[in-house]
């Protein structure tokens, strides 16, 4: 019954794009109209498009991209916008029809897809499924992000070398965190460079900084997971005397506290090494509420847990 309601408020929305196509998008400026879905996207967009554009992020900070259903509220945005910038990979995977309704009346990308397919990552349990947490690895977003300044030069063809500068002093900043980061997880001593969470968002990140990562969840928090998983997480934490383990800002902590309350029972203590941001950032107005300031505090309490 649930597949059934699910599949009806698609259709409805997909219904409520169809009837909106037509409505003039009225502007009070001359700047360029950006809708993304993640915050990560919206903030790259905002620094490549500058001055020259105004940008509605669909899905704020605790927001869960995996779970996401778009209102009617989020339709008028998608139909208002002159383009559209989204991750794809299926991380907005119960948006997908929406996505490709508007592809048929606006520039509409899905960036992650730009990427070669032999540089993502798969799940180890579903080689079929690819892992779309792609801004975790800083060459990675650069390389999608290439979308973002040749999609805004596609509409806004005058201003193409305003783009292209302002991405390429975007890109040098990604460069010095890339090399912050570095540095920073460095000082983990090999043996502690393991990162539990509450579902498998870090696999970028920990292949670019030699981490083990493990997730209670898969790729998606639409998976479930059971006492089995629980209890396969349990036995790690004993067996290799891990100390902390990490929550996430838009997941409940429900399910990484069944994890110490496993390794409690086992008399080992767990902590929560603190919060980290996955698939949401921050509060707007917050370091943390940029991609840049997201990414240094998921370093800065990494370290600080496992060093």
């Known amino acids: 019954m649930r597949k059934l309601v699910s599949l009806f408020l698609t259709m409805t929305l997909v219904f409520l794009v169809g009837c909106t196509a037509n409505t003039s998008n009225t502007k009070n400026d001359d700047k360029i109209n950006v809708t993304t879905t993640i915050g990560q996207i919206a903030d790259a967009v905002k620094n490549i498009g500058g001055d020259k554009v105004n940008v509605q992020s669909l899905m704020g900070p605790g927001t869960d991209p995996h779970l996401y259903k778009a209102t009617q509220g989020d339709i008028a945005k998608l139909q208002n916008a002159d383009i559209i910038f989204y991750n794809g990979l299926h991380l907005e995977g119960k948006m997908l029809e929406v ?21 993502l990552l798969n799940d180890s349990a579903n080689q079929s499924a690819i892992d779309p947490h792609i801004w975790f690895d800083i060459d990675l977003f650069k390389q999608a992000l290439e979308k973002v300044k040749e999609g805004l030069i596609e509409v806004d063809p005058d201003n193409q070398s305003y783009y292209e500068e302002n991405a390429r002093q975007y890109f040098a900043k990604l460069d010095e965190l890339k090399a912050f980061a570095e540095e920073e997880m460095g000082k983990i001593p090999a043996e502690q460079k393991v990162l539990i969470t509450a579902h498998d968002a870090f696999g970028y990140f920990g292949a670019a900084y030699g981490l083990e990562v493990m997730g209670l969840q898969g790729l998606s928090t639409d998976s479930e997971y059971g006492l089995g998983d629980v209890q396969s997480l349990v036995d790690t934490l004993v067996q290799r005397n891990i100390k902390a383990v990490f929550v996430e800002s838009s997941i409940s902590e429900r399910s990484i506290n069944a994890v110490i309350e496993g390794a409690k029972k086992r008399n080992h203590e767990v902590k929560i090494g603190g919060e980290l941001y996955s698939d949401a950032m921050g509060e707007d107005g917050t370091e943390e509420g940029t991609y840049i300031g997201m990414y240094k505090h998921n370093v800065k309490t990494i370290v600080e847990a496992l060093k």
């Open 99 to 119: 996505f490709e309704k508007m592809n048929g009346e606006k520039p509409t990308y899905a960036i992650g897809e730009t990427i070669a397919e032999d540089l």
